[in-house]
């Protein structure tokens, strides 16, 4: 997958970017993802003939977006974090979204930017002018958790050490580092020597002060009716076994959260209602009878009491463990409601957990039937309908599901593996999901778990030139997109406001629906190197376009199956109150 450069003659210069490259090796930096662009043409070169493509390799991509997205995908599989480069004020603006994303998801990355150059009297005509700002990182300063602009190599040495650790520091989330032109083209002599990374780590996990452990440990004890909200969290199957084995010692109902990835299994006794973007109904009502719940870095704590409870105070003790409030600020809601804390630990769950089910004294209770997610057969070609022809086909692999369509319900498919499944896009961009397929295959390269999505055909378009990178450096992975034709979410929104209204239902398509003509993704995908299956229209035929589909994957390419689903939702999307809206 490497692309090598013919080795440049002995280095007898060292240049500004040189030191910036040596540094990101320094910092085991795996991959760069990037759309090249001049104002980091000194880091480009530095990268290719000063360390050889390689720790960091370069992955070119089609688009900012896609760069972001992949390295979003890579870090929650992987669970450490890649770098991206991105050109100047315009790079930086096509990055954005895909940059919010990663942020309200929690997820580590180093992004690198440039600008300038700085000094003025440097500049190229026009073009340096149009592409310096004097405060880029203002673009996105607000949904990233730091971000500089260093004026020398030492102090961008500082300013990436730096980046790094808050990245990695819980809550997660990415950084930006603006490296100026001229800094990077800068002819600086002799290397300066690289400071000892290993003592500029992450610190480790905070660990709760023991009085409010052992309160909530007395709290679940002696709980009758406890429900464990089990929200964001690491790929660690140690921490998987830890969930398992406090939830069975205290009895307590599980809920996990499919905007999240897999926290426990749902096929567990004790995980009470299959995961869900909202509460479902029998969610609601599973908290309403909770008399202590326990919430682990739940997304929307607050958001889910209320869809239990109403605008009447919170019937159940709540034990919030979550770090995420480090990160809450002005700009963007994404922190979601104040959730009431009865006891509050500020710490990550992985930390807390293994503490807790030491204090914690066994509860007994009579344990639940499995929950059986078998289904019916299917007649008509829906997004059940594909689930289950994939449940069936992909029944003996280790699949990794890194996006799922809007219209998923989470009973279509069990996860058992913390890596089964990765999340939902994090801050609702549609766009994102080819990338955070592409990142996971990316991070699973080399073993045998195959990385998957299942895909809105809207969020496929937007992002398809991912797939681009995945062909070019062969990183085997499989789509599978729930083609509905259509942005088919709002053809739900415009019907909810027609019936509000008292207009007719029937021109809720309008300004949604995308045919005459149908686009051809299968054709989309071949255009750019992966292997494209489709149309599927019939459900007879779609087990073997899906065994068709795996065997190609496993052989090394990247696949598409257009899959033809019917229009329709078979989810709490459609009718959450208060309304959702996305
Ligand atoms: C960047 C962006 N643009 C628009 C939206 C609004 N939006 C939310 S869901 C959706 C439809 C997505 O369509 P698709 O991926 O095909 O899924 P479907 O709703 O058809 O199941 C849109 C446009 C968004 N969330 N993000
Ligand atoms: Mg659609």
């Not at 790079?91 to 690198?112: E, K, Q, S, Y």
């Not at 009491?305 to 409030?325: F, N, R």
């Amino acid at each position: 997958m490497n692309e090598s450069p013919v080795a440049a003659s002995q280095q007898k210069e060292i240049w500004g970017s040189d030191a910036i490259a040596a540094m990101l090796r320094a910092l085991d930096i795996p991959y760069l993802a990037l759309n090249p662009g001049a104002s980091y043409r000194g880091l480009h070169d530095s990268i290719v003939n000063y360390l050889g493509n390689e720790r960091p390799q370069m992955l070119l991509c089609l688009h900012e977006e896609s760069a972001v997205a992949i390295a979003h995908g890579y870090a929650r599989a992987a669970g450490r974090m890649m770098g991206v480069v991105l050109h100047s004020n315009v790079g930086l603006m096509h990055g954005t979204m895909a940059i919010f994303n990663a942020w309200c998801d929690r997820v580590p990355m180093l992004i690198l930017g440039a600008t300038g150059p700085w000094d003025a009297a440097k500049r190229r005509p026009w073009i340096d002018w149009l592409h310096t700002a004097s405060d880029q990182g203002a673009l996105v300063r607000d949904y990233t958790k730091w971000d500089n602009q260093p004026a020398s190599v030492p102090a961008a040495y500082e300013a990436l050490l730096r980046a790094a650790q808050i990245a990695n520091t819980a809550p997660r989330g990415p950084t930006y580092v603006n490296l100026d032109a001229a800094l990077q083209e800068q002819n600086i002599g002799p290397l300066p020597a690289l400071p000892e990374v290993s003592r500029f780590r992450a610190p480790p996990s905070v660990l709760p002060e023991k009085n409010s452990l052992q309160k909530a440990a007395s709290l679940l004890s002696a709980a009758k009716t406890p429900v464990i909200l089990a929200g964001r969290c690491s790929r660690s199957e140690i921490a998987w076994k830890n969930r398992v084995a406090l939830a069975e010692k205290l009895n307590a109902k599980v809920m996990t959260d499919l905007k999240a990835g897999a926290a426990f299994p749902t096929d567990h006794p004790l995980h009470a209602t299959p995961p869900a973007t909202f509460l479902t109904d029998e969610g609601k009502k599973l908290l309403r009878e909770a008399d202590v719940v326990l919430s682990l870095e739940w997304i929307d704590t607050a958001g889910t009491l209320k869809q239990a409870w109403g605008d009447a105070p919170v019937g159940a003790k709540v034990i919030l463990v979550s770090p995420d409030a480090h990160s809450h600020r002005g700009w963007s809601m994404d922190h979601q409601g104040l959730p009431p804390a009865d006891i509050y630990m500020m710490c990550e769950p992985d930390a807390v957990l293994p503490l807790l089910l030491d204090e914690v004294r066994p509860r007994t209770a009579t344990v639940p039937v499995q929950r059986d997610f078998s289904s019916a057969k299917d007649e008509v070609l829906s997004i059940r309908a594909l689930a289950n022809a994939f449940n069936e086909a992909a029944a003996n692999l280790d699949v990794a599901i890194a996006r799922l369509p809007l219209g998923w319900n989470g009973a279509y498919r069990h996860f058992r593996h913390p890596l089964d499944y990765l999340g939902a896009d994090g801050g609702g961009g549609v766009g994102a999901g080819p990338g955070l397929v592409v990142g996971t295959a990316l991070a699973l390269k080399g073993t045998p778990r195959i990385a998957a999505g299942i895909l809105g055909d809207c969020d496929f378009l937007m992002g398809v030139t991912a797939l681009w990178t995945a062909a070019h450096y062969r990183i085997a992975c499989l789509f599978l997109v729930a083609n509905n034709r259509s942005y088919y979410n709002d053809e739900l929104h415009q019907e909810r406001v027609a019936k509000e209204r008292a207009r007719p239902v029937e021109n809720k398509w309008i300004g949604q629906r995308i045919d005459l003509p149908d686009i051809d993704l299968a054709m989309m995908a071949r255009a750019q190197g992966a292997v494209g299956i489709g149309p599927v229209t019939k459900v007879t035929e779609l087990r073997t376009s899906l065994e068709k589909a795996i065997e190609t994957v496993k052989g090394g390419s990247v696949c598409v199956v257009d899959v033809r689903v019917l229009p329709g939702y078979d989810t709490n999307m459609s009718g959450a109150t208060p309304p959702a809206r996305r």
